[in-house]
């Protein structure tokens, strides 16, 4: 389909260590038998043992192995936020998200069980406070492309009527983004619609730090974004080039193809964590 | 879905397949036979009934869902507030504007940094849409770039602009704003076009081209077969960006290029070549056929003349055949003085019995010359089938009366028993 982003992850290194760190740690939490670390209820883990740290902890990994794969294929698909923003931002706004929907939702939590009737005692687990945050950014930023109707001519016997409806082309991270809510109940609804208002807000500048604060550049390579050249079609020949008179000569990675080279899996590990 | 329903709904009245029919009266309902089912369709009721009873009111559920979830709509509608549905003209010049106010506000945060040179660049100078200096190559949309490339055999150059990045005004001070850019655009005229990516052309653009970062500049050119090409990407933050590969690549391809512009040339110079080749042949062929047909419209003229010439000899032959002789009795017979403007004045005597045809019959003999040879009484000749027009009108000069051909000479009393008659000619 033309209009999607770019496949693959390359020149996507957050969203890359996003989707390992949301497949990896769950897998070595299930492994060594440490799951419980990324699970939040009030009562007892905060109320009664005061383990705060679980607040920083259960955002990074999902229990449960469906959220897990959604959240995945979401981080996919908000790719397109790391083209739009470039990498070191995108990290920004992530970090951001993160520590805005955890005081967020830490405190309204707390605020919601001062009421006597209900308790709210299960936090969601997985990222995904931080990403329906960056989904708002996703719907901001990025145009429809095109749009389709599917309708159902009485579908549910002769009494009914017709059913319409529109998808357009973002259908798919809407979908996903739907089902990761209410795969996780109402407590699941409840955070995803904060997290989304953090995002606006955040978006907004009424949450401050989406202009100013940046992380510390410790992605930016030597030589790998800078005067990056890349070459489709017919092949180019240093020798022609200077025969020609041109001033100068290509720059580096002239003859690299468009994609991101294959790597073998242990190396992706040791990168990801390089990082 | 009628099967299901008659299958979980068989007890109740039956279903109509007739639209608008009226349902059958329960006296006669209930005068049907009771139903005897097979052992395998009670089983299968069995198995199927209850399942499909819960999916049915289950899907009629999520309709209902659905239709009163309608009003959510707007939270949908919440992101397409802004008007995205510009013309390519309009969002063309809202992004000049843009990146002109981008420029001017990075290069005032930067403005020890610039030299006098590039101060006397503005965006707005170099890229205005009107009275700038390149603003007879920047085109209005993406396809019009590539129609206008493909046809005037010109590099375009293509700059996604990204609102969100942080530091996109650098990039348009060092590189889209320098001399050298704008030289180079110049010198190749090659063609612009500037895109939002936070526009729906400009990300179509950017993922038709497999953009991955952003900032980005595409230089296409021409390919054999009008095909476009992209032949060198500048993507990403170029801080320490220079335009030696660009400059290398448009000097490289420019041959190609100019090569390109003349096969191109040479290819409409024979289309035309061809095109004025084959209006003259129509022309010419047009003017065969029209001669031709005139030729065979002539020719069947000339046949239908020779054709009814011979029935008009065949029909004077046979008249001549059955002409009346003059009759020898005075009592019943008409004596009439014929002027002809051949012949001068001619008497002659007819039968009073007959219709006045016969005179026109006997002028007509008379002026064809043909009643010099001799009648033959036993003459076989056949009546053709021709309706034979006199060429002339017989009147009698005082007074002036035209003499029907089927009236009985003896009935008209101006030349019955004596009278004068001139011939006048219809042509």
Request: hydrophobic share 40%; glycine share 6%; with cysteine.
């Amino acid at each position: 389909m033309s209009g999607e982003a770019p496949a693959g992850l390359a020149q996507f290194p957050i969203t890359r260590l996003c989707m390992l760190t949301t497949v990896i740690l769950p897998i070595i939490a299930s492994i060594a038998d440490c799951k419980y670390w990324f699970l939040v209820y009030d009562d007892p883990f905060i109320t009664e043992y005061k383990q705060y740290y679980r607040y920083v902890m259960f955002q990074i990994a999902a229990i449960n192995e469906t959220d897990v794969a959604l959240i995945t294929l979401i981080w996919y698909n908000l790719r397109h936020l790391e083209r739009l923003f470039g990498s070191r931002k995108y990290a920004s706004i992530i970090v951001l998200s993160w520590f805005y929907t955890t005081a967020t939702i830490v405190l309204m939590n707390k605020l919601f069980n001062l009421n006597p009737f209900f308790r709210w005692n299960r936090l969601t687990s997985g990222s995904l406070p931080t990403v329906l945050s960056l989904f708002h950014f996703y719907k901001e930023y990025t145009p429809q492309i095109y749009e389709f109707d599917v309708r159902l001519t009485k579908p549910f016997g002769l009494r009914s009527k017709q059913l319409k409806w529109t998808f357009n082309d973002q259908f798919m991270i809407n979908t996903l983004v739907m089902i990761m809510l209410a795969n996780q109940g109402m407590s699941g609804l409840a955070t995803g619609f904060l997290s989304w208002l953090c995002g606006v807000f955040i978006d907004k500048g009424l949450l401050p730090g989406s202009e100013v604060f940046r992380v510390p550049s410790f992605i930016s390579r030597p030589g790998h974004n800078q005067g990056q050249t890349l070459v489709t079609g017919t092949e180019s020949d240093a020798a022609d080039v200077s025969e020609s008179g041109a001033q100068g000569s290509v720059t580096g990675g002239d003859e690299e193809p468009s994609d991101e080279p294959a790597r073998p899996l242990g190396v992706q590990f040791l990168d990801t964590f390089r990082m | 879905m009628d099967f299901f329903q008659r299958l979980l709904r068989s007890r109740e009245q039956g279903f109509s397949q007739i639209p608008g029919s009226f349902p059958e009266s329960e006296e006669h309902g209930n005068s049907t036979p009771p139903q005897h089912r097979t052992p395998l369709e009670s089983v299968l009721r069995a198995c199927l009934g209850v399942p499909l009873w819960l999916l049915y009111h289950l899907f009629s559920f999520l309709a209902l869902a659905v239709s009163l979830l309608r009003p959510l709509n707007r939270v949908y509608g919440f992101y397409n507030r802004k008007n995205r549905t510009l013309s390519h003209e309009d969002a063309l010049s809202v992004l000049i504007d843009a990146l002109s106010l981008e420029y001017s506000s990075s290069s005032a945060g930067n403005a020890d940094e610039q030299s006098a040179l590039r101060d006397s660049f503005s965006f707005a100078s170099v890229y205005g849409l009107e009275n700038a200096v390149l603003s007879s190559y920047i085109q209005r949309g993406y396809a019009q770039l590539l129609k206008a490339a493909s046809e005037q055999g010109k590099f375009a150059i293509i700059y996604l602009h990204n609102p969100l990045a942080d530091d996109c005004g650098q990039y348009l001070s060092k590189i889209l704003c320098t001399e050298r850019f704008v030289n180079l655009a110049q010198k190749y005229e090659t063609l612009l076009w500037f895109g939002d990516v936070t526009v729906s052309e400009g990300l179509q653009v950017a993922n038709s081209l497999k953009v991955r970062q952003f900032p980005f500049l595409g230089l296409l050119a021409m390919k054999s077969g009008s095909k476009i090409e992209l032949i060198e990407r500048l993507e990403g933050e170029l801080l320490t960006y220079s335009l030696d590969s660009l400059e290398a690549k448009l000097a490289k391809f420019y041959p190609r290029l100019i090569e390109l512009r003349q096969q191109h040339q040479n290819t409409e110079l024979r289309r035309l070549m061809r095109e004025q080749q084959d209006s003259r042949f129509q022309e010419s062929l047009r003017q065969d056929q029209e001669r031709d047909r005139r030729q065979e419209a002539a020719r069947q003229r000339e046949a239908e003349e020779r054709h009814e010439q011979g029935l008009k000899k065949q029909w004077l032959l046979w008249r001549r055949s059955v002409l009346a002789d003059a009759p020898t009795s005075m009592e019943s017979a008409c004596k009439v003085a014929i002027r002809t403007a051949a012949n001068g004045r001619v008497v002659q005597k007819f039968d009073a019995s007959l219709p006045v045809e016969e005179i026109y019959a006997y002028v007509e003999l008379l002026s064809q010359g043909m009643l010099e040879t001799q009648r033959d009484p036993h003459s076989s000749l056949q009546k053709p089938d021709y309706e034979y027009r006199y060429p002339f009108m017989l009147i009698t000069p005082v007074p002036r009366v035209e003499l029907d051909p089927q009236a009985i000479i003896r009935d008209v009393e101006v030349i019955y028993p004596s009278g004068n008659i001139v011939m006048e000619s219809l042509e």
